[in-house]
C-alpha cells in the first residue's frame, strides 16, 4: 500500500481559524485541478485517452472528469491521433474558439511529429499550426503518460501568472502562428 502525501498549501499566511495567500496562488491552484479537456482524437491515442476516462486510471482524480466537445467551454486542448493537412484550418479554428486561458497537449508520436506517417497529406506536428505546452510521447502512449502529461500541465496551470497571457512574449508566440 502506497503511502499518501499531503499536498503542501500555496505560500502565504495563516493564523487560528485563517489562511492567506496571494490572488495569483489561489486562482492557480483552482485552474490546476478543474481543466476540462476538449478530446480531437483522429486515431488510436484516442483510444488510450478513452482508457484513462475508465475506472483503472479514472482521470476525474485529477479533476478533469469532464470533456467538453465544445470549444468554449473546454481549457485543455487534447489532440491525438493523425492530424492531415486538410484538418489543421479545423485544429486551429477549434483552438481559436478557446477562451484564454488555454492549454494544448499534442498526445502521441502522430500528434507530435507526424509518426511514421512522413507523407504530403500528414501535418508533421500540430506545432506547425497552433502552440503545443505539453507533448506526450508514444505510439500509442498508455494511458499512465496521458495521465502524466495532464499533471504537467495541471502545473503550469498552477504556476502561471494572471498576466502572463498579456505579455508582450505572449502576444509574439501567437504572432507567429499568425493568431491574433
Not at 508520436?109 to 506545432?127: E, N, P
Request: with cysteine.
Amino acid at each position: 500500500m502506497k503511502e499518501v502525501t499531503i499536498v503542501e498549501a500555496p505560500q502565504g499566511h495563516s493564523g487560528s481559524g485563517f489562511f492567506a495567500t496571494s490572488f495569483d496562488e489561489a486562482i492557480g491552484l483552482a485552474r490546476s485541478y478543474s481543466l476540462w479537456p476538449l478530446p480531437f482524437a483522429t486515431s488510436c491515442c484516442g483510444i488510450e485517452f478513452m482508457a484513462t476516462m475508465g475506472a483503472h486510471y479514472d482521470i476525474s482524480r485529477f479533476g478533469s472528469e469532464r470533456p467538453s466537445f465544445s470549444p468554449r467551454q473546454a481549457d485543455l486542448l487534447m489532440v491525438m491521433g493523425t492530424i492531415a493537412k486538410k484538418m489543421a484550418p479545423v485544429v486551429k479554428q477549434v483552438y481559436l474558439q478557446m477562451s484564454e486561458p488555454r492549454w494544448v497537449m499534442a498526445v502521441g508520436a502522430c500528434a507530435s511529429s507526424g509518426g511514421i506517417f512522413d507523407t504530403y497529406s500528414v501535418l508533421q506536428g500540430i506545432d506547425r499550426i497552433i502552440p503545443v505546452d505539453v507533448y506526450v510521447p508514444g505510439c500509442p502512449p498508455r494511458p499512465e503518460q496521458i495521465i502524466d502529461g495532464l499533471m504537467h500541465i495541471q502545473h503550469l496551470a498552477q504556476n502561471e501568472k494572471l498576466r502572463r497571457r498579456n505579455t508582450d512574449e505572449y502576444s509574439e508566440l501567437l504572432a507567429s502562428y499568425n493568431i491574433q
